[in-house]
């Protein structure tokens, strides 16, 4: 049974960095596709940014392009997403989603590419 937990979220101020990770256990990242995804409430679960299985390639929503860097470390069965320039807007619940194999490109940016999520972490960003 896959199971991801996202820690690291938190209560910032605009304008502050916080980084989101997500352990991994029960299966190896090698192979495959981890994704970030966020939800406020009354709205849909967006993608934020992914990691193919395949090459690394990374993807980012357009409106954290530049802002959010998403990484892993597959020794230590690990998924980051480093968060800079944090704006209110981007206060959400954080969820970490895998899915086993290959995500072609930005689809890696949907939901129902996913098979397994975590239990997501609050990010609020407020002064």
């Known amino acids: 049974q896959v199971q991801l937990v996202e820690s690291g979220g938190g209560l910032v101020q605009p304008g502050e960095s916080l980084r989101l990770s997500c352990a991994a256990s029960?299966?190896?990242?090698?192979?495959?596709?981890i994704g970030w995804f966020r939800q406020v409430p009354g709205k849909e679960r967006e993608g934020v940014s992914c990691?193919?299985?395949?090459?690394?390639?990374?993807y980012y929503q357009d409106s954290v392009k530049g802002r959010f860097t998403i990484s892993k470390d597959n020794a230590k069965n690990m998924v980051y997403l480093q968060m800079n320039s944090l704006r209110p807007e981007d206060t959400a619940v954080y969820y970490c989603?895998?899915?086993?194999?290959?995500?072609?490109?930005?689809?890696?940016?949907?939901?129902?590419?996913?098979?397994?999520w975590g239990q997501g972490a609050q990010v609020t960003v407020s002064s």
């Open positions: 989603s895998a899915h086993r194999g290959v995500v072609a490109g930005p689809l890696c940016l949907v939901y129902e590419a996913y098979d397994w």
């Open positions: 029960k299966f190896t990242l090698d192979h495959y596709t």
């Open positions: 990691i193919s299985s395949s090459d690394g390639s990374t």
